[in-house]
């Protein structure tokens, strides 16, 4: 079974600055995937950002970054330029399958807080 | 709009009582997924259907728990018997041929 640990219950920081919420997990598989959705206050979660274990070059969305660490097992995002609207509750997720055919395996979320 | 909707949104039930809510996916996506969410942690996985067939189950599914999608457009999961442990976020996600995951609003359900 798949476990993912998000240390970081909560983080606050002021708008502009850069941040970056840490993820570890632990998996047997050799192929698989990595997840960070964000879930705004009252409001459904949306997916920021996807990496395949597969692929060695970090997955990047415009102010969104990941550093995929697979021999560490580590999986951080990296949000530059912070935005009062990234105010949100994140969570790292994991899947075999990309997604598709499992259900998606998350942690316990880092509660992140923009300030103005 | 054309996302995942949920219906109820919210859902107060005493206990002992059944409770069934409704998922309504993305109309092209032909998988669907049933998450349960508690305060203060992340989605839990219960199960998924790849068009009406039910692929998955979780152990958190007990036999409380039942989810169909009959025709392979919406679904629905019931749970019978309530219990004040089942109080939660139940959410729904569909996804298509590019496997992401799409989630609905939830529905919050409170048992008395």
Redesign the interface.
């Known amino acids: 079974a798949q476990t ?1 640990t998000q240390s970081q219950p909560e983080m606050s920081v002021q708008e502009a600055e850069t941040v970056t919420l840490s993820c570890t997990y632990d998996t047997s598989e050799n192929n698989y995937y990595l997840f960070w ?1 964000k879930q705004p206050p009252s ?5 920021v950002i ?1 990496q395949e274990a597969y692929k060695q070059q970090n997955a990047t969305e415009n102010r969104f970054s990941v550093n995929f660490q697979k021999a560490a097992k580590s999986f951080s995002l990296k949000i530059s330029d912070s935005q009062l609207g990234d105010t949100a509750m994140y ?1 790292c ?1 994991f899947s075999r ?13 880092t509660h992140l807080i923009i300030q103005p | 709009d054309t996302g995942v909707s949920q219906d109820p949104r919210h859902k107060i039930t005493k206990r002992g009582q059944n409770v069934t809510f409704r998922c309504d996916p993305i109309s092209e996506h032909n998988r669907l997924y049933w998450y349960r969410q508690t305060l203060g942690q992340g989605p839990e996985f219960l199960t998924y259907f790849q068009n009406e067939a039910q692929l998955e189950k979780s152990r958190l599914l007990s036999d409380r728990f039942s989810a169909e999608r009959p025709k392979g457009s919406f679904s629905t999961l019931e749970i019978q018997r309530t219990e004040q442990g089942d109080s939660a976020m139940y959410l729904c996600a569909s996804s298509g041929i590019n496997n992401e995951q799409f989630f609905g609003p939830g529905t919050r359900l409170t048992v008395l």
Not at chain 1, 97 to 109: M, N, R, S, V
């Open positions: 993912v959705y409001r459904q979660m949306i997916l996807r969570f997720a399958t990309g997604g598709g055919a499992d259900g998606l395996t998350f942690g316990k979320g």
